[in-house]
């Protein structure tokens, strides 16, 4: 199993981006995926994670109402739009795969067990 995060970049305060996870190898679309965000000094946290659109679906108190997370089971992608960003958003932002099916997924790093390579994301004017 592989994941690939990719769509960071650099964007002013109140900018948007678009965030996506491939995912690739033996999975299944009921395995809970969560995006999470890392900043020197401070611990992972995961910001946003989905089983499912509309079923499952958890977020961050800090980041509710302005990101979306997504699952395209066709394609196996999680995507995580970041809208209204603010600088403390800035970090590097990776995603990660239960490898367990689930009908719930967590925002604690402890539930996942297969971790991509981080996106960085900075916000700055």
């Known amino acids: 199993v592989q994941l690939q995060a990719s769509g960071g970049g650099v964007v002013q305060p109140g900018g948007s981006l678009r965030l996506s996870c491939v995912i690739s190898?033996?999975?299944?679309?009921?395995?809970?995926v969560g995006w999470f965000r890392e900043t020197p000094g401070k611990r992972r946290e995961g910001v946003a994670c989905i089983v499912a659109e509309e079923i499952s679906e958890s977020y961050e108190d800090s980041v509710k109402g302005r990101f979306t997370i997504s699952r395209d089971k066709t394609r196996n992608t999680v995507d995580l739009r970041l809208d209204r960003l603010q600088p403390e958003d800035s970090g590097t932002y990776t995603c990660?795969?239960?490898?367990?099916?689930?009908?719930?997924?967590?925002?604690?790093?402890?539930?996942?067990?297969?971790w991509g390579r981080g996106t960085q994301v900075t916000v700055s004017s």
């Open positions: 190898g033996r999975t299944s679309p009921q395995m809970p």
């Open positions: 990660a795969l239960a490898e367990e099916e689930n009908w719930y997924c967590t925002l604690f790093e402890v539930g996942y067990q297969q």
